[in-house]
């Protein structure tokens, strides 16, 4: 399938937005502007990571996705519920119980992305078995970091684990074994993600690494919730209890760590919230972790259990889904490894650095750039207050090189200028004496 090149899950409803400047303070890009008393997204820095969603009080960020019926045309339905949907039902005994309620809500079939993740954690250790390239590997499995790394630190992309992230290997076995069982053409079959963050529904969208789209729909679990629950509520255990193939590693993907510790990794560090992430990728940059193999990075608190179309707390997810993986019978997945998995399992196509925090693609020009910026901010007090709607001075100072702000957007260099108008109408409404004023009032 063709896939559209842009897309962002993460949006503004301007009437919601007070242009309060939360959002801005916390953006991992850089990415939001307020303008005219309003929040704006500049589309080609987000990276739809959802920490805007998480911080706005007005509930004036929002992400998008699908629903059911995003699916309507087509023949087969199949859902891809990712690990962490196994975490948002209080008290669930059993994650068959999940995909039964998924076929009672209108799937033909389900298949599990942590069975998907148990395969993608083998070819992980047979890859890096002979892996000779620069080291840390930083996982890939993360749209929010791998998006993050391309906009902030291309230098890094050479570090990327160049395989599929679960989902994509996931619907692609699944299109493949559909096609076998009904004799569909593979596009009567749909395929929905059940997802837990707006990253994941850009790169179902827009997917990195791949040359097509495998996924025809990405639903927020937080939208699908409500019916599972209605469904879980009405089963007998006889009919859940032989559906699920996960075993204890693929769950275990839904928090943090999960990936590293089912890949078998000795030398790895797992780091949870963009903020860490960040810091992590620029100790990678300043080549300070030269003894270590792997990195996992997920831009949400706590790994996947924290993304924001989720319904239950993080803390509460990730409890949880160790009790569950304890609960399993297996370790890896029931299901058989594909022959054809070697090859599919790697990216393939070359993630491109996008290059939006470059001043100019001159350096000459960038470096004038540059030293117009530094002459900006010698001007402008260096509080970082966000008052302009620029995230810091610098920023602001970058815009308007860039030609899109202008200084009186700095409120303190505004004051002083009004200021200095205050006094000269003063002066011109008092004029002072001048050389043939005649004092005659003798
Ligand atoms: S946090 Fe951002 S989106 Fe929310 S009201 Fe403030 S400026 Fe607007
Ligand atoms: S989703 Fe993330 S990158 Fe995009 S605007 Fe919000 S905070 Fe910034």
Not at 237 to 253: A, C, N, T
Request: with cysteine; hydrophobic share 40%.
């Amino acid at each position: 399938m063709e896939h559209q090149t842009y897309f962002h899950s993460v949006t503004l409803n301007k009437d919601l937005c007070r242009g309060c400047i939360n959002c801005v303070k916390r953006c991992p890009t850089e990415a939001i502007r307020v303008r005219d008393g309003k929040a704006r997204i500049l589309g080609e820095r987000c990276i739809d990571c959802g920490e805007c969603i998480r911080v706005c009080p007005h509930h004036a960020k929002r992400a998008l996705s699908d629903g059911m019926e995003a699916l309507d045309g087509f023949k087969y339905k199949i859902a891809l519920p990712a690990p962490v949907l196994f975490a948002q039902v209080k008290h669930l005994d059993h994650t068959g119980r999940i995909i039964l309620a998924l076929k009672r809500i209108g799937f033909d079939d389900v298949y599990e992305v942590g069975a998907a993740a148990e395969l993608i954690s083998q070819s992980t250790m047979e890859y890096m078995a002979t892996y000779q390239g620069p080291i840390p590997l930083i996982s890939s499995a993360c749209p929010a970091v791998l998006r993050l790394i391309r906009v902030r630190f291309p230098d890094l992309l050479d570090h990327l684990l160049p395989l599929q992230p679960p989902v994509e290997l996931a619907a692609v076995m699944a299109r493949r074994a559909a096609v076998e069982k009904t004799g569909l053409k593979p596009e009567e079959i749909g395929i929905a993600f059940i997802t837990p963050c707006p990253a994941k529904v850009t790169a179902v969208k827009v997917p990195l690494g791949n040359q097509s789209r495998n996924i025809d729909a990405a639903i927020a679990i937080s939208r699908i919730y409500p019916q599972l629950i209605q469904e879980i509520k009405k089963m007998q255990p006889e009919e859940f209890v032989h559906l699920s193939h996960m075993g204890r590693i693929g769950l275990s993907w839904a928090a943090n760590s999960g990936e590293s510790t089912g890949s078998g990794q000795r030398r790895y560090i797992a780091a949870d919230g963009i903020e860490n992430v960040i810091k992590l990728l620029e100790a990678v940059e300043d080549e300070q972790f030269t003894r270590l193999d792997f990195m996992e990075l997920s831009a949400c608190p706590g790994g996947c259990v924290g993304g924001v179309m989720n319904v239950e707390n993080p803390y509460a997810a990730a409890a949880r889904i160790k009790r569950l993986a304890r609960d399993l019978p297996h370790v890896g997945t029931q299901w058989p490894t594909p022959e054809w998995l070697p090859e599919e399992v790697f990216f393939n196509k070359k993630i491109e650095p996008l290059n939006v925090m470059a001043l100019s693609n001159d350096p000459t020009q960038a470096l004038e750039m540059f030293a117009e910026i530094q002459s900006y901010e010698r001007k402008f007090p260096g509080l970082d207050c966000g008052s302009c709607g620029s995230p810091t001075c610098h920023a602001l100072a970058e815009d308007i090189v860039k030609g899109y702000r202008t200084e009186d957007d700095c409120i303190y260099l505004l004051k002083d200028k009004l200021e200095h108008l205050a006094e000269s109408l003063a002066g011109l409404s008092h004029p002072t004496p001048t050389e043939d004023y005649e004092d005659d009032s003798e």
